[in-house]
């Protein structure tokens, strides 16, 4: 596609639920980033793949968060048991490594209620 | 990667000119200094990027004096339309071209009046 698409745009879940957030890159780009943005703050690293592969996933905050890339292509972030303090945007990124061109999606918001 | 710092919030109006400063004074020498703009709802986007002294596009210049501690994102001309918050971010080139995550801090959050 054009851009990075993310879906849902929105999404509403209870306290202990599990969801799935989804991410389609720019097509033929290798690398791939999860953000997570609370309001006033600048986007927190996650995760980023290059290809199907996690390369650093320092950024997810506990083990209730997994993420995948199973072709190489579209991620999907996966929150288990969630909080209410897991409410934030979820933006995910691309690159086509060895050149600029870091483009974001316009991300995920996920409410806990 | 080096730390920055930014005001939290300007004001401006439309037609003027608008300069964000960004501190960085453990800047090392392969970083580079590079600024996204995040409108609500969207995305940071790349908008500029330098090593040292000006550089200039179609949408601003960043100014980067000789010792690096500092740069200064100039928006000329500003409309109601560049009210976003702006992103100072430092890293080498690996960063920046997708090989390494980007570390993003508060940012400047920038509005323009009628």
């Known amino acids: 596609g054009a851009g990075v698409s993310q879906t849902p745009s929105n999404k509403v879940t209870e306290k202990g639920k599990y969801v799935e957030l989804r991410c389609d890159p720019i097509s033929g780009h290798t690398a791939l980033y999860w953000y997570r943005q609370s309001l006033g703050q600048g986007p927190e690293f996650l995760i980023y793949f290059q290809g199907t592969g996690a390369a650093d996933d320092s950024g997810l905050p506990n083990d209730r968060f997994f993420a995948v890339r199973p072709e190489g292509s579209v991620s999907t972030l996966k929150i288990q048991r969630t909080e209410r303090g897991d409410s934030a945007v979820y933006l995910c990124?691309?690159?086509?490594?060895?050149?600029?061109?870091?483009?974001f999606g316009s991300g995920t918001r996920l409410t806990v209620v | 990667l080096a730390k920055t710092t930014q005001p939290i919030s300007m004001d401006s109006y439309e037609g003027q000119e608008v300069n964000i400063t960004c501190s960085h004074n453990?800047?090392?020498?392969?970083?580079?200094i590079t600024w996204y703009q995040q409108f609500p709802s969207q995305g940071p986007r790349f908008i500029i990027q330098?090593?040292?002294t000006k550089v200039t596009n179609e949408v601003a210049s960043l100014f980067i004096p000789a010792d690096r501690k500092s740069s200064t994102l100039s928006l000329p001309r500003v409309s109601l339309s560049d009210t976003a918050v702006y992103y100072c971010?430092?890293?080498?080139?690996?960063?920046?071209?997708?090989?390494?995550?980007?570390?993003f801090g508060q940012g400047t959050r920038l509005t323009i009046n009628p």
């Open positions: 971010l430092v890293g080498d080139s690996f960063s920046f071209q997708g090989a390494q995550k980007l570390v």
């Open positions: 453990n800047i090392a020498t392969n970083d580079y």
């Open positions: 990124a691309s690159s086509p490594q060895g050149n600029y061109g870091y483009t």
């Open positions: 330098g090593y040292k």
